[in-house]
């Protein structure tokens, strides 16, 4: 399975923008897709996530600013965010959960993917 993160770029604060994350490769669906970013020095962090039957968490930081939602026809998330921030500013990646086959979704084995990242740079 492949990843391919886009819609990243530089905004400046209080823009927005749209990421978005398509798979591809041997997909029977996708489980689970999360966002995670970045930023330099810091750790990597979890900043929304998407389960299968489309219930969505967010970091606190993040909550009425970023949405996340998913295209499983097309094995496509997003991240849509809005007012950005400097703070926002960071490498994002998604992070999915993918059953390759009929018979993994019955046996519910997942097997998980990291997208390449996709930077967001937010000026002041």
């Known amino acids: 399975v492949q990843l391919q993160a886009s819609g990243g770029g530089l905004v400046q604060a209080g823009g927005s923008l749209r990421l978005s994350c398509a798979a591809s490769?041997?997909?029977?669906?996708?489980?689970?897709v999360s966002w995670y970013r970045q930023a330099p020095g810091k750790e990597r962090e979890v900043v929304a996530a998407i389960n299968s039957d489309g219930s969505t968490d967010y970091v606190d930081s993040v909550k009425g600013r970023f949405t996340i939602s998913r295209d499983s026809a097309k094995n496509t998330a997003y991240l849509e965010m809005n007012s950005l921030k400097p703070d926002d500013t960071a490498v994002y990646y998604c992070?999915?959960?993918?059953?390759?086959?009929?018979?993994?979704?019955?046996?519910?084995?997942?097997?998980?993917?990291w997208g390449q990242g996709t930077q967001v740079t937010v000026s002041s």
């Open positions: 490769g041997t997909i029977f669906s996708i489980k689970d």
């Open positions: 992070y999915v959960a993918v059953y390759h086959v009929y018979t993994n979704y019955i046996r519910g084995v997942a097997h998980d993917y």
